[in-house]
């Protein structure tokens, strides 16, 4: 089974550090292929980074659809291009956001999320009411971390993540926290172990569906509005898109 995990910004030690979180709960059969886009922002923190990324991911879709993929994650909290992408393969297509939720849902009435910039909580909450999971969220909390900040190792984003956590623990009535961004997936065990209750990282979560859906012969649904794009002609930079 081969599952490619798509890191939606372009910085590669983000990259790597999602690839890391993938290999370490792939089943012994599956191989990950990491990825990013060539352009884009080096962090998704706004609508706008979300609006560009988005053609990103969907361009890394169309290199793995070239390359057989049996399924793919997308690694940014907000889930970018995650409908869009689904248009294009009958592989299924799994967001950690979702991932994160669903899990999340299955091991506790009540989480919350701990995410980044105050500013992007928004992004989880629209997420949260798209997938129908507002009633198990109690709250989306934010540190005010920018996503590059967990990819200093002098900072102290693992300490400004955990009196947070530590907050949603105490304040917020939940049963597991989830973590709001993809730069977080290598904190996961050490919080989990300072915090005592389970904390839920959407890359794993993400990997994990997607092989279970590909061993039960699912993928996404070409019923309906997940079917392939009409083909069409495009313009411009899109050109090689459309037919
Ligand atoms: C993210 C994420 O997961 N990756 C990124 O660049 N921005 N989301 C977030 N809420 O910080």
Same mark, same amino acid.
């Given at each position: 089974?081969?599952?490619?995990?798509?890191?939606?910004?372009?910085?590669?030690?983000?990259?790597?550090?999602?690839?890391?979180?993938?290999?370490?709960?792939?089943?012994?059969?599956?191989?990950?292929?990491?990825?990013?886009?060539?352009?884009?922002?080096?962090?998704?923190?706004?609508?706008?980074?979300?609006?560009?990324?988005?053609?990103?991911?969907?361009?890394?879709?169309?290199?793995?659809?070239?390359?057989?993929?049996?399924?793919?994650?997308?690694?940014?909290?907000?889930?970018?291009? $995650?409908?869009?992408?689904?248009?294009?393969?009958?592989?299924?297509?799994?967001?950690?956001?979702?991932?994160?939720?669903?899990?999340?849902?299955?091991?506790?009435?009540?989480?919350?999320?701990?995410?980044?910039?105050?500013?992007?909580?928004?992004?989880?909450?629209?997420?949260?009411?798209?997938?129908?999971?507002?009633?198990?969220?109690?709250?989306?909390?934010?540190?005010?971390?920018?996503?590059?900040?967990?990819?200093?190792?002098?900072?102290?984003?693992?300490?400004?993540?955990?009196?947070?956590?530590?907050?949603?623990?105490?304040?917020?009535?939940?049963?597991?926290?989830?973590?709001?961004?993809?730069?977080?997936?290598?904190?996961?065990?050490?919080?989990?172990?300072?915090?005592?209750?389970?904390?839920?990282?959407?890359?794993?979560?993400?990997?994990?569906?997607?092989?279970?859906?590909?061993?039960?012969? $699912?993928?996404?649904?070409?019923?309906?509005?997940?079917?392939?794009?009409?083909?069409?002609?495009?313009?411009?930079?899109?050109?090689?898109?459309?037919?």
């Amino acid at each position: 089974m081969q599952i490619h995990v798509i890191n939606p910004n372009t910085t590669a030690s983000m990259t790597d550090k999602i690839g890391a979180c993938a290999n370490r709960v792939a089943a012994e059969h599956t191989q990950i292929h990491v990825s990013q886009p060539d352009s884009g922002p080096v962090s998704i923190e706004s609508h706008f980074d979300e609006a560009v990324s988005a053609v990103g991911v969907l361009e890394e879709i169309r290199r793995g659809e070239a390359l057989g993929m049996d399924a793919y994650v997308i690694a940014c909290f907000g889930d970018p291009g $995650l409908l869009a992408a689904r248009e294009l393969t009958r592989a299924p297509v799994i967001g950690i956001a979702e991932a994160g939720f669903h899990l999340a849902a299955l091991i506790s009435t009540r989480f919350s999320v701990v995410t980044t910039l105050a500013r992007t909580a928004i992004i989880a909450e629209h997420l949260l009411d798209q997938y129908g999971f507002r009633h198990n969220c109690r709250r989306v909390r934010a540190t005010d971390l920018p996503v590059l900040e967990l990819e200093n190792p002098a900072g102290n984003a693992y300490q400004a993540l955990l009196e947070e956590c530590q907050r949603a623990r105490e304040e917020d009535g939940i049963g597991a926290i989830v973590l709001g961004c993809g730069g977080m997936a290598d904190l996961t065990e050490r919080l989990t172990h300072d915090l005592q209750m389970p904390v839920i990282e959407g890359v794993s979560a993400a990997v994990k569906l997607a092989e279970s859906l590909v061993s039960l012969g $699912l993928g996404t649904s070409k019923h309906g509005d997940l079917a392939f794009p009409r083909p069409k002609p495009f313009s411009g930079r899109f050109a090689d898109w459309g037919v």
